[in-house]
């Protein structure tokens, strides 16, 4: 979710576009104003029971607990029979049942669609659990089977539930794209709060949220064009706050929403909030509470109790430790390794370039790394020699935003460079860069000294871990990012950085190599 400025709402005839994905547009929902400055809907946007969130996810977590147990049943009752282990058929129905009672008791099958890129560790997490509870189970039932026999057999069922997940995921993301198994979200909050949520929401489309109307504390007014059907009292005192409830629900009835996110803020203090969850609660209706935290990973929070209060600590990313030592041995083997099986690539690039054109084979430029330090990084020449003087003259043809310069057809880039941009193989020498310590495999893209000097505060934290190889940029989207993408996906890897994570996005990068979008 990205921190940018809430979009223009583009207005046709009455038609208004808001929201995520402009889903209203789609759906047939039309806005008008009403004398006392207040949109309304001429007609609630309709969606049949196949495009609703709830029928969606309710078939999907109806299916997920099948799914699992088949993956334990049939690779241990298997196994267990042919490795002659005593009463196979036991052993897998006791596997079976551990590995559904471990996702039941962590709320597994509760939720449909887990984090794509993360859905790994907890998966990981759940069969070391459920290891620890067969063993037990089957001491208890005194059923005798080899540790190492049982470990091979639920293998298999570790793949399937990484597998699931994803799968899943990547369903109801592309669902959510077709305006499908999505939540109807009605906001209560202050103005200026349900602007920034109206905001953040339009600039992803892989969410489940559609916002159908919100319900206002005060009388200003907002600058998106949602229906705002009701208003709560300003002043919050007790008799006005007793009538939160019945007003919100009424908004929530009339607008089919099946989900309330309130927004705290000065006039919607906690006390107030929590008279709101008792009656949306009484009346049916789910509540979700926005923090006011932007792009921040489940990992890192932490809910605690102190008295009376719900406190949620943010932990600060990894910086020293295991998982940094881990992706530092990662880095350094992972480069070798790279660099011992694509020799053969680099020496037919090499003669690809040397044939060519002319001038090296190689070309350097300073970049500026972690901590503000500056270093020399390799690629594959791709462009004519005399392409950093001819910078100058084409600065007015520059086709991105901010700090970076690109220009898609850039006359400076030679045939061979064009191809070898296509696929990313100029990248391929700055292995040696990671190899030295000066770069990782995965990081924030390495920016230019020129770029740095025009960098703000925020910006500049981009460079408090070590530029990458490949990035989140590099796998969503590359050149075809805007510069606030680009540091919107930076400043989510810088905070949000894990191992797990990094290991995602490799995998993630030989697609985006294959698919080349973005790549000139």
Known sequence: MWGRGAPAAPEVKGTTKWGAMGLFEAAGARVIDSPAGTAKLDRVPEYDDESRHRPTERRLRQLAPAVDAVGVLIPVGLLCAVTQQPQPL???VLAGASWLAVGASKNRYSRAAPAGDG????VLRDWLTMLGVLAIVCVVARVEV?????????????????AR????????????????????VLIVGEAGTVDVVLAELAHRTDHEYVVVGSCLVGEEAIDSAVPVPARLASDGSTSEAALDGETVLRCAADLDADLVFVAPGRRLPAARIRRLAWALHDGGRNLAILPGLIDVSQHRVRLAKAGGLTVMHIDPAARRGGPVLL??????????????????????VAAAIRLSSAGPVFYWQIRVGQD????????????VVTA????????TSNEHDGAMFKIRRDPRVTPVGRLLRRF?????????????????????????PEEVERYDGTELRRLSVKPGLTGLWQVSGRSDLSWDETVALDLSYVDNWSYVRDIGVLVRTVRAVVDGRGAY
């Open 90 to 92: 036991l052993t897998a």
């Open 388 to 395: 950093d003087r001819m910078r100058a003259a084409l600065e």
């Open 165 to 184: 997940r994803r799968l899943v995921h990547r369903y109801l993301v592309a669902a959510r794209r077709r305006a499908q198994a999505l939540r109807r």
């Open 424 to 448: 990313s193989l100029d990248e391929l020498p700055q292995l040696f860069n990671v190899l030295t310590g000066h770069m990782s495999l995965v990081g924030p893209r390495p920016p230019l």
């Open 372 to 383: 503000l330090r500056p270093f020399r990084m390799w690629k594959f020449r791709t462009m």
């Open 146 to 162: 080899s540790l190492k026999i049982c470990v091979l057999a639920l293998l298999p069922c570790l793949a399937l539930g990484v």
């Open 119 to 122: 859905a790994a560790l907890p």
């Open 327 to 348: 992706k530092q041995i990662t880095d350094r083997l992972g480069a070798l390794l790279l660099l011992a099986l694509l020799s053969p690539v680099f020496a037919l």
